[in-house]
């Protein structure tokens, strides 16, 4: 028999345990939702997407390697798998920097400039079908200072700060 030290463990209330297992359900059911859609629409996976806009949103469609590790909260490792093979598609280029040759940088080309445009809106729209038409105006505002909260207290090394200011 199992025995459960009560000792200083705050249990959920009802209430916030409703709420957890309703957020528990998002955070399980939303990546697949995007990730679907995406492959289908645009043969890209949910992170190959963001990787990719992220570098369409960098001055001159470049950031160096561990930047963009950083912005999107990869490994270097992951990063560099999924950059060889968005290279293998002619959306990326990576070069050496100029000003430090021991960087890398990866370069949004044209053809990915072009995937990015293309692959917006059917994202734009599965986001809206799944959050954000789903909410009033007052909710949107709720759930961004709530996903703030949250995010803020996950990004200890404040890897996504960016995503975080006001």
């Not at 105006?137 to 960016?162: C, F, T």
């Amino acid at each position: 028999m199992v025995t459960v030290d009560e000792g200083d463990t705050r249990w959920l209330t009802p209430q916030q345990l409703r709420a957890w297992m309703r957020l528990q359900a998002v955070v399980e059911l939303l990546p697949g939702a995007l990730d679907a859609q995406l492959r289908r629409d645009a043969d890209l996976t949910h992170y190959e997407y963001l990787l990719l806009a992220m570098l369409s949103e960098a001055p001159d469609r470049t950031l160096r390697m561990s930047e963009l590790a950083w912005a999107t909260n990869a490994t270097l490792p992951r990063l560099s798998h999924v950059v060889t093979r968005l290279e293998a598609r002619g959306y990326v280029e990576r070069r050496p920097s100029d000003q430090d040759r021991r960087a890398t940088l990866a370069q949004l080309t044209e053809e990915g400039w072009e995937k990015v445009v293309a692959s917006a809106p059917g994202h734009v729209r599965t986001v809206r079908k799944h959050v954000i038409d789903q909410l009033s105006d007052e909710q949107v505002d709720q759930l961004s200072a709530i996903a703030k909260a949250i995010a803020a207290s996950l990004d200890e090394n404040h890897r996504l700060s960016h995503l975080l200011t006001d």
